[in-house]
Nanobody, 123 residues
Framework: QVQLAESGGGLVQTGGSLRLACAASGLTVSAHVMGWFRQAPGKEREVVAR????????YYADSVKGRFTISRDNAMNTVYLQMNSLKPEDTAVYYC????????????????WGQGTQVTVSS
């Protein structure tokens, strides 16, 4: 049974930091493209970051570049998203996802999704 379990969300003030974790079971993180996505109320889901062993650098959305860092711990079978200098516009439900067969360029390439964790940044 495949499961992706996000944790680490919460309520923070503008300028604060959070670290999200995605613990995987039933799949191996090192064999997948792993992505972080977010969805705000009334908006479509968008990619925040992704990590791929086939590429030299992770991908980041322009809106989070320089503030967020994605990383992988293969021994723990977990991916992380370190979020610094948080802004109110970062408020959303954050999702972890895994893509084994493709390159993780589109939302519909991801076979598995977590349940999401709420991040709220107060002004």
């Amino acid at each position: 049974q495949v499961q992706l379990a996000e944790s680490g969300g919460g309520l923070v003030q503008t300028g604060g930091s959070l670290r999200l974790a995605c613990a995987a079971s039933g799949l191996t993180v090192s064999a997948h493209v792993m992505g972080w996505f977010r969805q705000a109320p009334g908006k479509e889901r968008e990619v925040v970051a992704r990590i791929d062993w086939r590429r030299s650098s992770p991908y980041y959305a322009d809106s989070v570049k320089g503030r967020f860092t994605i990383s992988r711990d293969n021994a723990m079978n977990t991916v992380y998203l370190q979020m610094n200098s948080l802004k109110p516009e970062d408020t959303a439900v954050y999702y972890c996802a895994a893509d084994r067969s493709g390159y993780g360029l589109q939302l519909n390439e991801y076979e598995y999704w977590g349940q999401g964790t709420q991040v709220t940044v107060s002004s």
